[in-house]
């Protein structure tokens, strides 16, 4: 297996979380959603550029189903830490 390690600065991000399923109709809707979330909050050019990340948080052989973490991330540079539909980060 070939892998290349990166180091990544200091990123900001916008994030939606689904606790549940992995595959279910709801993870479906969730980026759905994220996506008109996107287009409203004029980010169209981050999507493009970065891309929008799809993190499974939990090993669905380990965690109970309930328990499952799906998360939808958007780098950005802009503060949204007042807007209730995401969550704002970092790393």
Known sequence: MNYKIEI???????????????GS???F???KNFKK???H?????????KGILAIAQANPQLTPVEQCRFDLML???????QDSQVNMGGF
């Open 8 to 22: 990544l600065g200091n990123y900001k991000m916008v994030y939606i979380r689904n606790t549940g399923k992995y």
């Open 25 to 27: 109709p709801e993870n």
């Open 29 to 31: 809707q969730m980026m």
């Open 37 to 39: 979330w996107i287009f």
């Open 41 to 49: 909050n004029h980010l169209e050019e981050d999507k493009k550029t």
């Open 75 to 81: 780098f950005t540079d802009k503060d949204f830490s």
